[in-house]
């Protein structure tokens, strides 16, 4: 796999000097933790032992059945402790700051997921851990704040701007800058300054290992499409490296189309932003005439970014991958089919994926296969759903 | 003798260090900004950096990040930042203008265009604050064709094998950041830097101004020591928003007059 500082014309290190050390020092620990085999003993230890991993990949027969065309499986992510693949590379990046010596962890957060995750293995290794999330997400995801809460960590809301994902993650850079020596950035998901997006789906690889021997083990062959939503794109990348050599296998994104692309309020990037900067990194990034970037809109918390991974970008560009849309309305149907055909409630991020995957697996032959990233669980949304189901209902009558 | 060589051999020949002040271009309007820049440069200020606002200001404090905002709210834009700069240039032919900006709102603007704009405008360099060393050409190469300085940025923690890279593609001036952080005033600011900075100002082959942090003239003294120029920011937007922007800059100006020498 890639791992350079630009993937194509995308990536790079757009941050203050203050920062380039702290991420040349992150640079050699990691490629030194890399090739070192008891540091990958160990993680791999600790992903089966205290992640739960391997995670099954489970046969939706029903939902199969239901769409009448591929058999559909599900990677099943959900059933990880702390209840995503966060905690894959949350997991890799404690252990990576263990060995740096650096005794507290700040992380960004959306949804809760990643902060979950990171207070999870903060609290594993005895470091401190602040979380900082946006104040929009905070009162959206209360429950994963009191899990933050009762894991340890502090958690700072954030006010500034549309107070969401990325104004979250503003404000863990200032304080990385101010902190850099003795503090460990855990970046949650495939975007930021190198090396961060290599660093990240390289520990959310292990998803599309997994995935890979397991379709081999149930149906003798690969999948004909691999589905993973994207909002920074962490468990996209992590399945599609599993791939990435398969010329057959299609590798499928699902981007929030939030009310639609055409209303503006979205967050899909690579459907509807333009090439621009941030957080370090050059990718495709929702901004206004002027080159600000705008806030985005999605019901669900950890897709509301303006920006991509930069190796998304470089995906789509070659058109190794290809990026599709659900709308909020899509997810929540999505949301509702997988709880009543399988018993499984997703997370309404991993419900965008359930929903392209709804409508493309009519295009394949029941001998044919399909596997959706079904990245995390939907416990936390229960309150979103309701919400948005209400609001719904109050629009359509008036 | 270009205009930036040209000011601080002019400081040099006067005794002094040079005094470089930052604004958000356009806070809270541009008719008022362009006010206070008028006090600053009657005041003393040598150069003036103009910060295009951006929306994810993410190595601003609060003072600065603040300005940004408010000033992209009252409708600023970057076109309207280069106007501004072009009615300031007309009005000043020998004071510094150095364009301060976050990378997307250039790249949006087109950095081969903005680049060309700002020569015809006859702004002296650009100032990238996300842009190090590793992504420097890619807005390099339009400064070296359109003869613009890019400012080369130096931090505290800047080994001194990188600094030495750095400082051999600097132009114009380099800045050294004082403070491990973002921007904002603070105490204390002077105990770090003496020795980083005469370092750093050793293997320079252009002047060293410092930044980051520096709000009064006892700073800006006890800084100027060790630099050829000092650089204040959020304390000048600080005195936009309440309090006498003119006298600050008067005070500042003073104060590295005539740098102490250890006593």
């Known amino acids: ?398 | 003798m270009d205009r930036i060589a040209e000011i601080f051999h002019r400081c040099r020949r006067g005794n002094r260090r040079a005094l470089v002040i930052f604004t958000v271009a356009g806070f809270p309007s541009f008719p008022a900004c362009e006010e206070a820049l008028e006090k600053a440069v009657s005041a003393g200020a040598d150069i003036i950096e103009l910060g295009v606002p951006f929306s994810d200001p993410m190595a601003d404090g609060p003072v600065i990040a603040d300005a940004g905002r408010r000033a992209i709210e009252a409708g600023c834009t970057l076109p309207g930042v280069l106007e501004l700069a072009e009615r300031f240039r007309k009005r000043h032919p020998e004071t510094g203008i150095i364009l301060f900006s976050y990378m997307n709102v250039m790249f949006h603007y087109g950095l081969e265009a903005l680049c060309a704009e700002l020569q015809r405008i006859g702004v002296d360099g650009i100032l990238a604050v996300d842009l190090p060393l590793e992504e420097r050409e890619e807005l390099a190469a339009p400064c070296r064709a359109h003869g613009l300085h890019l400012i080369a940025l130096l931090a505290p923690t800047t080994p001194p094998e990188r600094a030495a890279r750095i400082l051999e593609s600097a132009s114009g001036f380099a800045y050294f950041v004082c403070v491990r952080g973002v921007t904002g005033v603070r105490e204390g600011v002077e105990s770090l830097l003496p020795e980083e900075l005469r370092r750093i100002r050793s293997l320079s082959p252009v002047p060293v101004v410092a930044g980051f942090g520096i709000g009064s003239g006892r700073t800006a003294s006890a800084v100027a020591a060790e630099a050829d120029g000092v650089v204040v920011g959020s304390a000048f937007v600080g005195a936009q928003e309440s309090g006498d922007p003119e006298a600050l800059v008067s005070e500042l100006a003073r104060s590295i007059r005539a740098p102490k020498t250890e006593c």
């Open chain 1, 1 to 398: 796999m890639k791992f350079d500082r630009h993937f194509g014309i995308y990536g790079g290190q757009y941050v203050a000097e203050t920062l380039m050390p702290a991420l040349t020092e992150l640079e050699s620990a990691y490629r030194e933790a890399a090739s070192d085999p008891a540091f990958q003993r160990e993680y791999a230890g600790l992903l089966r032992d205290y992640v739960g991993r391997e995670t099954p990949l489970y046969f939706a027969r029903r939902l199969s059945e239901y769409c009448r065309g591929a058999k559909i499986y599900l990677k099943r992510e959900d059933l990880n402790h702390t209840g995503a693949h966060k905690i894959n590379n949350a997991l890799g990046q404690a252990l990576l700051a263990r060995r740096m010596g650096k005794k507290r962890l700040i992380a960004e957060t959306g949804a809760g997921m990643h902060g979950v995750a990171t207070a999870t293995v903060a609290a594993l290794f005895g470091m401190e851990c602040d979380v900082y999330m946006g104040a929009v997400d905070v009162a959206r995801q209360a429950p994963n704040v009191e899990r933050m809460h009762a894991l340890g960590a502090r958690v700072v809301s954030v006010t500034d701007g549309g107070a969401t994902l990325k104004d979250a993650m503003n404000e863990a850079i200032r304080v990385w800058t101010a902190r850099c020596d003795d503090t460990f950035y855990v970046i949650g998901t495939a975007a930021g300054p190198y090396p961060y997006p290599g660093i990240v789906r390289d520990f959310q690889s292990v998803i599309g290992r997994e995935a890979r021997q397991q379709i081999l083990e149930h149906e003798g062959r690969l999948p004909r499409e691999v589905i993973a939503c994207v909002g920074g794109g962490s468990n996209a990348i992590g399945i599609f490296a599993g791939f990435e050599n398969d010329p057959d296998v299609k590798l499928s994104g699902v981007e929030a189309g939030g009310a639609g692309i055409a209303t503006g309020r979205h967050a899909a990037s690579i459907n509807g932003g333009r090439i621009g900067i941030l957080h370090g990194a050059k990718t495709y990034l929702l901004q206004d005439e002027n080159g600000q970037v705008i806030d985005t809109y999605s019901v669900s918390a950890g897709l509301d970014y303006p920006g991509v991974g930069p190796e998304h970008c470089f995906l789509a560009d070659c058109h190794r991958a290809v990026y599709h849309v659900a709308d909020d309305e899509e997810a929540v149907a999505a949301f509702d089919l997988l709880a009543h055909l399988e018993g499984i409630i997703p997370a309404l991020e991993s419900s965008h994926a359930v929903a392209y995957a709804v409508k493309c697996a009519a295009e394949y032959s029941p001998e044919e296969n399909i596997i959706v990233n079904l990245s995390g669980r939907g416990d936390k949304d229960m309150d979103n759903i309701r919400t948005y189901k209400e609001s719904r209902k109050n629009g359509s009558n008036c």
